[in-house]
């Protein structure tokens, strides 16, 4: 167990659907970062929050949005779904957000499946 | 950019021997650190062990080793006396100070380990 938690384990929706994807970092960590895992275009960086704020971004698309909680906890939300965000999820956290070495502990993911 | 690349799809092992899976990447920042990740059939990923570009030793963790070779720009990661457990997708990763840390990863070696 990671101290990572994310919420749900599986989803299951319709194009043009949103949803959110809730994490919740470990104990003591700062830094949440999100990622996709799917099939054709392996595992992404999405984006990065460092203590509520926007860290750094990567392949998100503008359909999709995050935010850091002032509990630390962060939300993925995918809006106007399509079949191809049908994906695994996965939240990371670590400690600190910019030296190169921040071990990420990663959470067990969100199975997001688009009908 | 950084990019990571891992040339081998899938790996067969006998169990008990050891195995070497390959990692290389290229990257122009001199501060930045590599990573291996397990990944079970279960979907969870699983830190195994961290190589820092300035290390000048290679990085041991229990039965997994990194080969660290900075001139090669090669990263592998070899795992000693397999076990049946250790069949998994295994990822190798970057992250970089300048990036925010977040990940960049490869593409991925799945391995079986037979009887």
């Known amino acids: 167990d990671s101290g990572v938690t994310q919420t749900p384990k599986h989803l299951i929706t319709a194009t043009g659907q949103r949803v959110t994807l809730r994490c919740s970092p470990r104990s003591g960590d700062l830094s949440v970062y999100w990622y996709q895992q799917s099939l054709d275009q392996g595992l992404q960086f999405l984006i990065q929050y460092y203590n509520g704020e926007e860290r750094a971004k990567g392949n998100i698309l503008e359909r999709f949005s995050a935010q850091q909680f002032p509990d630390l906890h962060s939300e993925l939300n995918l809006s106007s779904l399509e079949l191809g965000d049908s994906a695994l999820y996965f939240c990371?956290?670590?400690?600190?957000?910019?030296?190169?070495?921040?071990?990420?502990?990663f959470g067990p993911g969100t199975r997001l499946t688009v009908l | 950019a950084q990019k990571i690349t891992q040339t081998q799809p899938g790996m067969f092992v006998q169990e008990k021997e050891a195995v070497t899976l390959d990692c290389t990447y290229d990257?122009?920042?001199?501060?930045?650190?590599l990573f291996w990740y397990k990944q079970p059939s279960s979907g969870e990923m699983i830190f195994l062990i961290y190589?820092?570009?300035?290390?000048?030793q290679n990085a041991t963790e229990g039965r997994y080793s990194l080969n660290f070779q900075k001139a090669r720009k090669s990263a592998n990661l070899v795992i000693s006396a397999s076990q049946l457990g250790d069949s998994a997708m295994y990822f190798c990763a970057m992250s970089f100070t300048g990036g925010g840390n977040k990940l960049t990863f490869g593409t991925g070696t799945q391995l079986k380990v037979e009887l």
């Open positions: 190589q820092g570009s300035y290390d000048q």
């Open positions: 990257t122009s920042d001199p501060s930045y650190g």
């Open positions: 990371a956290s670590s400690v600190g957000a910019r030296s190169s070495y921040n071990e990420q502990f």
